[in-house]
């Protein structure tokens, strides 16, 4: 079978799962197993796939039809015009959050920032990002999961960002000394007993680690608020990427701690979804 007609093929077997989004996942899979760019997948379109390609497409295809998102299967996710790996341990990267980075990139200009702490670092996707636009900057990442450490250190090993950054297993930064300009977390803010009415997609493939933020959703930015005292510097500011019904509560839990709320920012649908502190 040619490319051409395989292209055509796959998209109308996934057009029947996923209509929106059948001709991006058709091309992202062939470009992916064929290990092929964009301008040659146009400039190959008249080639022959072999019989061993064509099995390896058919078992993603299963897989997708089967409610796995493409992101597990190929172990990747574009994030912020950059591809990064994931494995099982970390969360996969939201659209969402790239509005957290864009916020980040105002605030380290305004501020003139050195340094950033991202806590609940996952895959390393918020903080790559931003070390990579500000290379000056140097940046600590921590996580909870070993395994998840793991995972953003090969990202940070890809992009070759290891003089950059330091990453850590630690819990929302208990035993770190040092004080940052920008403190930064997408944490867990699922309450326990909704994560199980979350799509299939994301209770079964996303760890529940990055998930569950507790019986109230709100442990997570508790424990940030009672530890940011202590990473944050003189001038510096704290940005969390929140539920879209938290906003009060959490600004409440800040303002406990001494912060005050400076910043609401939504996201796509007109949500709450950014805070930032001072």
């Given at each position: 079978m040619r490319l051409y007609a395989l292209h055509k093929s796959l998209k109308r077997e996934l057009r029947t799962y996923y209509p929106s989004s059948s001709e991006i996942?058709?091309?992202?899979?062939?470009?992916d197993i064929l290990n092929?760019?964009?301008?040659d997948f146009l400039i190959k379109y008249d080639l022959e796939v072999n019989e061993c390609i064509l099995e390896k497409i058919s078992d993603v295809l299963l897989r997708?039809?089967?409610?796995?998102p493409l992101s597990r299967i190929q172990e990747k996710k574009e994030f912020y015009e950059s591809d990064f790996k994931i494995n099982s341990s970390v969360l996969d990267p939201r659209p969402e959050t790239e509005i957290l980075v864009e916020t980040a990139i105002s605030l380290i200009n305004k501020i003139q920032a050195k340094s950033i702490l991202d806590l609940g670092t996952g895959s390393g996707c918020?903080?790559?990002?931003?070390?990579?636009?500000?290379?000056?900057?140097?940046?600590v990442g921590l996580d909870l999961s070993e395994e998840a450490i793991k995972n953003a250190k090969e990202n940070v090993s890809i992009n070759r960002l290891?003089?950059?950054?330091?990453?850590?297993?630690?819990?929302?930064?208990?035993?770190?000394?040092?004080?940052?300009?920008?403190l930064i977390s997408n944490p867990p803010y699922i309450k326990t007993n909704e994560i199980k009415n979350l799509p299939e997609s994301v209770k079964k493939y996303d760890p529940p680690l990055s998930l569950d933020g507790g019986y109230d959703g709100l442990q997570s930015y508790i424990n940030i608020a009672r530890n940011a005292q202590n990473l944050i510097s003189k001038n510096g500011k704290i940005l969390v990427e929140?539920?879209?019904d938290q906003a009060s509560k959490i600004e409440k839990i800040f303002y406990n701690e001494g912060f005050n709320l400076e910043k609401k920012i939504k996201d796509y649908n007109d949500l709450d979804r950014i805070l930032v502190f001072s």
């Open positions: 996942e058709s091309r992202s899979i062939l470009k092929i760019s964009d301008k997708r039809k089967n409610g796995e918020i903080l790559i990002s931003l070390i990579k636009l500000f290379p000056k900057l140097f940046g290891e003089d950059n950054i330091n990453l850590i297993a630690c819990n929302w930064g208990n035993s770190i000394e040092a004080k940052f300009d920008i929140i539920g879209f």
